[in-house]
């Protein structure tokens, strides 16, 4: 049995065993441990018989991670990174008078705008069912261009924030979704119109006029640089975030419940394999 484990960290939500306690079974093959606060561990296990080589395997427990740490943003609408995993920062050397030396490490602390809730059971719930969706879809580009966008927001190096680059992962993951898997086009004629009328049917009238604002902020400060560049606040990119989980939630939410009603199967960690070995 190859086994291998990391370790997630919220900054948007307050964690308890009592929550993922669908997950912490022992018998389980993903399975969640060491739950505090801030801090949740989780576990990879496969038979090696369903793997050629040991970094096959491991290639697919990152995966399998990812996409959880991907559902678990989805789910609650928060912000959820690889504990320590995303961050870089500069280090410089201090030279005192005295000929001493010493380091001073610049590492600022994401801090999530909001103030933390609880995550709920029924989250942890949803994510484990949306991790399952996940884990069947064959276009990795989707899973990968999600992370960058996570990986992202959560990295400030010194003075520069990479909230710009985040902006426009999310936002290309998002026209790439509504484009192909909602509108089923190859193309769109009129960009911001389609995009907007999936919004407004979707998410309704107010989130269709906060549209307008990112998709303003898309032509002017990320995908194009003509006019004067200014930072992409923490804000708005994450209702840009928000928005895509939206679509992403009710997208492979879809996806879980027809696999669940065939199957005739509920919440479980079973989800999380469902015919992916």
Same mark, same amino acid.
């Given at each position: 049995m190859y086994?291998?484990?990391?370790?997630?960290?919220?900054?948007?939500?307050?964690?308890? *065993?009592? +929550?993922?306690?669908?997950?912490? #079974?022992?018998?389980?093959?993903?399975?969640?441990?060491?739950?505090?606060?801030?801090?949740?561990e989780l576990i990879t296990r496969a038979d090696k018989k369903y793997f050629a080589t040991a970094d096959e395997f491991y290639l697919h427990a990152h995966a399998v +991670?990812?996409?959880?740490?991907?559902?678990?943003?989805?789910?609650?609408?928060?912000?959820?990174?690889? +504990?320590? #995993?995303?961050?870089q920062s500069p280090v410089y050397g201090i030279e005192h008078e005295d000929n001493s030396r010493s380091e001073i490490v610049f590492l600022? =602390? @994401? &801090?999530?705008?909001?103030?933390?809730?609880?995550?709920?059971?029924?989250?942890?719930?949803v994510a484990l069912k949306l991790a399952g969706a996940?884990?069947?879809?064959?276009?990795?580009?989707?899973?990968? =261009? !999600?992370? &960058?966008?996570?990986?992202?927001?959560?990295?400030?190096? #010194?003075?520069?924030?990479? !909230?710009? =680059?985040?902006?426009?992962?999310? !936002?290309?993951?998002?026209?790439y979704l509504v484009t192909k898997r909602i509108l089923? &086009?190859?193309?769109?004629?009129? *960009?911001? &119109?389609?995009?907007?009328? @999936?919004?407004?049917?979707?998410l309704g009238n107010e989130s269709a006029e906060e549209f307008d604002n990112l998709y303003r902020l898309r032509s002017e400060q990320v995908m194009h640089a003509q006019k004067k560049q200014v930072k992409i606040l923490l804000d708005d990119l994450l209702k840009m975030k928000c928005m895509l989980d939206?679509?992403?939630?009710?997208? !492979?939410?879809k996806i879980a419940d027809d696999w669940m009603l065939q199957h005739h199967k509920e919440y479980s960690t079973e989800i999380l394999f469902m015919d992916n070995l």
């Open positions: 086994c291998v484990s990391c370790v997630l960290e919220s900054h948007s939500h307050n964690l308890s *065993e009592s +929550a993922f306690s669908i997950l912490m #079974g022992n018998d389980n093959l993903s399975q969640v441990r060491k739950v505090d606060s801030r801090y949740l +991670a990812s996409i959880y740490l991907m559902a678990l943003n989805i789910a609650s609408f928060g912000h959820f990174t690889w +504990a320590n #995993g995303t961050q600022p =602390e @994401i &801090k999530y705008p909001l103030d933390k809730v609880d995550i709920s059971e029924n989250e942890v719930k996940l884990l069947k879809e064959e276009d990795q580009s989707i899973r990968m =261009e !999600y992370i &960058k966008g996570i990986i992202h927001l959560g990295t400030i190096f #010194g003075d520069v924030d990479f !909230y710009k =680059e985040s902006f426009s992962n999310f !936002y290309r993951l998002f026209e089923n &086009k190859k193309k769109l004629v009129n *960009e911001c &119109k389609e995009l907007r009328s @999936i919004i407004l049917g979707e939206c679509i992403l939630f009710r997208y !492979y939410s």
